[in-house]
């Protein structure tokens, strides 16, 4: 009889033993690490204790645990910074530690870690370096690219007109036209708003935005990108990455056929793609052989330029209009203060930003309220670093939770109202509380932040300038609440933009109305 090395009992005993100590490993947290909580599994770490939307859940462990708390992802150490005090001290006050992304399956396997927004290290430097420096050329924050964005905003002011006040999702078209100012700036073109192809992309991004959210969890697990079909809807959304990169792409080149025909005094401030080939061309000739600023790198910033400038800033303009449907005399007192500043025989230009205080409060409200980003964008620690007392280990995965302080008591008192007037001082001037800070802060704080708040401000005063928004069905509200994925945006709902009666001088249609009953009453009075 042939001798068992392993019997079956002792097979078992070795296979529980095992799990326990790989459970033990998941659950027993270094000496420093920031608390959280305590229920690990072995390879799934919290996975299991994490919803779709995790902004409840995070919120009820900063109530257990503190501004900073821990989680095993995975195997992998994600820490979430839930205050800003806390966000500050580790992206601003240790931004060489901070600065980095997370070396995860999306990131990594999706982006190729290049562009902007997924790039770390070098190539993160040389690439927003060279980006803000031609988007500075370019006129990025200065009059001229402020007329750009007024001719797109006449286009889509009349695309508005011609649904005549009948209820309407104006998601789609917001979309469409804020990607035109990026659409313009990047290639030098807008694209019409019947364009099927280009609406395709549109709708892909959107969708893309939308899945990438329910796709974390192959994040720390990325074995399950293996499983049969599409459970994670990973295959779709790597799919239609790849679909806006070969968008952007096949511009590159077509672009690159024209580059040698340009003269150098127009590449300059013709559009993105022409100026980044040009300095890709400068970096060759000087036999720059560790520049980053290469053709084949292009099109991963110009994917970074188009998804996020067109998701966040569309997404703050449909919260605005659906802030309004609930809350009338916010919209009301915006355009009373348009009339009084500019009137309705002109378009709003930047030069009456610093006279329209509400409207600005109401933006920076709008921005706050909406909660955009809520969880940001990841971060990961190039090395140790003691914050607040606890030690954050390299590599960890760092979570700013934006959302949590946007929302905090401590600093809004009410923040479950929508009330402008927050952002206005008892001498009548904007004022913006330090935390209030919805583009991030950092080194890696929003690239485009300045086109964005330009965007939001000639869209919103051209907007209430020229229209006054409605429910679809009187007394039926569409609902607040938000879908979250990537970026946190409202669930699609109708609108009707009513006309104002530009013929009448500074009136809204309601005043003109009251008016003629006032002077017809006056009349039959006398």
């Known amino acids: 009889m042939p001798l068992l090395l392993f019997d079956p009992t002792s097979l078992l005993v070795g296979a529980v033993v095992l799990l326990c100590l790989l459970w033990w490993k998941s659950t027993r947290r270094p000496s420093g690490l920031p608390p959280g909580p305590g229920l690990a599994l072995p390879l799934l770490g919290h996975l299991h204790l994490m919803p779709k939307d995790p902004r409840a859940q995070f919120r009820t462990w900063r109530r257990q ?46 982006n190729k870690g290049r562009g902007i927004v997924s790039s770390s290290g070098p190539m993160w430097k040389e690439q927003r370096k060279t980006g803000l420096e031609i988007l500075r050329a370019m006129g990025m924050g200065k009059n001229v690219l402020a007329e750009k964005i007024q001719e797109e905003i006449t286009h889509y002011i009349q695309a508005i007109k011609d649904h005549q006040g009948v209820p309407v999702c104006l998601g789609r078209l917001t979309q469409i036209s804020i990607s035109n100012n990026i659409c313009s700036i990047a290639f030098g073109k807008r694209f019409e708003y019947g364009d099927a192809e280009f609406n395709s992309y549109i709708q892909i991004l959107d969708e893309t935005f939308k899945l990438i959210g329910g796709t974390a969890v192959l994040n720390f697990l990325p074995v399950l990108r293996h499983i049969p079909g599409d459970p994670f809807k990973v295959k779709t959304a790597v799919a239609n990455t790849e679909s806006v990169h070969n968008f952007a792409d096949q511009h590159v080149k077509d672009h690159g056929k024209n580059l040698e025909e340009r003269k150098e005094d127009m590449v300059e401030n013709n559009d993105f793609i022409y100026s980044y080939l040009h300095q890709a061309q400068m970096q060759k000739q000087q036999m720059n052989v560790n520049t980053t600023v290469k053709g084949a790198n292009l099109k991963f910033l110009l994917t970074d330029l188009f998804a996020a400038g067109t998701e966040t800033t569309s997404s703050a303009l449909q919260w605005a209009m659906l802030f309004f449907l609930h809350y009338p005399h916010v919209q009301d007192k915006c355009f009373e203060e348009i009339s009084d500043v500019i009137g309705l025989h002109r378009l709003p230009t930047m030069r009456d930003r610093p006279k329209l205080t509400y409207l600005e409060a109401t933006i920076c409200e709008v921005l706050r309220k909406g909660d955009l980003a809520p969880l940001s964008v990841l971060h990961a620690t190039s090395q140790d670093v003691n914050v607040r007392g606890f030690v954050i280990p390299k590599d960890a995965v760092i979570i700013p939770y934006l959302g949590c302080v946007l929302e905090d008591p401590e600093i809004w008192g009410d923040p479950e109202n929508f009330r402008p007037e927050r952002f206005i001082g008892p001498d009548g001037k904007l004022t913006k509380p330090e935390e209030f800070a919805p583009f991030g802060t950092g080194r ?83």
């Open 65 to 110: 645990y503190g501004d900073v708390f821990s989680l095993y992802m995975g195997e992998k150490v994600m820490v979430v910074l839930a205050s800003y005090s806390a966000i500050r001290e580790a992206l601003v006050t240790h931004a060489d530690v901070f600065s980095d992304r997370p070396h995860i399956f999306m990131i990594d396997e999706v």
């Open 444 to 526: 890696r704080v929003c690239l485009g932040e300045s086109l964005a708040r330009m965007e939001l401000f000639l869209y919103l005063a051209t907007l209430i300038q020229h229209f006054r928004f409605l429910p679809a069905e009187e007394g039926q509200l569409p609902p607040l609440e938000g879908v979250f994925g990537l970026t946190h945006t409202p669930q699609p709902y109708k609108i009707r933009a009513v006309p104002r009666l530009e013929s009448c001088g500074d009136r809204s249609v309601t005043d003109q109305l009251d008016w003629l009953v006032s002077m017809v009453s006056s009349v039959l009075c006398n």
